[in-house]
């Protein structure tokens, strides 16, 4: 794992008199609340950053004050009627310790695919290193790898353009967290993935899978038969030069 911690299922406890019926329950003060009865998954990033989410979407909830992680504990919401908004009336129970609520902002797939991403960057899993007789030796790490912000190219069935980035259509292993579209989000110009037919991807931390981390590569080429001059080219010779520059995938997350 990348060094996030799990949290049970959470509960939302109601912080406000006892509703009579369900169907007495308020609306949302505003768009941006979190529906604590309905969070089907929470992380805990670090001390102040918790990501909460719901059928309806994902939130990132920052906590005004240091929250310590707790593995595996479950997460319960004080809330007015359930609603998370950070309006400074709500607070999450984690490991037994009551943390006020800051603030709350919507995050979309991209948002919540980059955030996890970014704390894997900040929190690389460690390897063993070589053992040596003096101790100098520094223990090795590298970049993470998860089905939330990552694709294995070993599962892409079938790829288009769309909006200037690359979406693959992958073939799910069972009982995983894949998803069966991702969106590859390039950085800068990459005209041949408009005409290219055949699409390689590179993982340039070496890890197999692509998440966007420095290096990661979508090669896309086109097979020309036979061969014409194209500025003095052969069309081969332009695929070539193409392949190996690559286009930079800056972003991954599921479409």
């Not at 079938?158 to 259509?169: E, F, L, S």
């Amino acid at each position: 794992m990348i060094g996030v911690s799990w949290l049970g299922i959470l509960l939302a406890a109601n912080v406000a008199a006892p509703e009579p019926t369900p169907a007495a329950r308020p609306a949302a003060p505003h768009p941006d609340c979190v529906d604590a009865r309905a969070v089907t998954e929470a992380r805990h990033l670090d001390e102040r950053v918790v990501l909460l989410r719901t059928a309806s979407g994902a939130h990132r909830i920052e906590m005004a004050e240091a929250c310590p992680r707790a593995d595996g504990e479950t997460l319960v919401a004080l809330a007015p009627h359930g609603w998370v908004c950070g309006t400074g009336r709500e607070w999450l129970r984690i490991g037994g310790k009551d943390c006020a609520v800051g603030g709350v902002q919507a995050l979309d797939d991209r948002s919540w695919a980059l955030a996890l991403r970014e704390h894997s960057r900040s929190h690389p899993t460690p390897t063993l290193a070589t053992v040596v007789v003096d101790g100098k030796s520094q223990p090795k790490r590298r970049f993470a790898a998860s089905p939330e912000y990552c694709v294995d190219p070993r599962r892409v069935r079938g790829w288009n353009t769309q909006g200037g980035d690359i979406v693959v259509t992958t073939q799910p292993r069972r009982g995983s967290r894949e998803r069966a579209s991702y969106r590859l989000e390039l950085t800068g110009s990459c005209p041949e993935a408009g005409y290219g037919n055949q699409l390689s991807l590179v993982s340039g931390a070496g890890i197999g899978w692509i998440c966007g981390h420095p290096g990661d590569k979508a090669i896309v080429s086109e097979a020309w038969e036979p061969a014409s001059a194209v500025g003095g080219l052969a069309t081969s010779e332009v695929s070539a030069v193409l392949a190996k520059r690559g286009c930079t995938i800056a972003a991954v997350y599921p479409d």
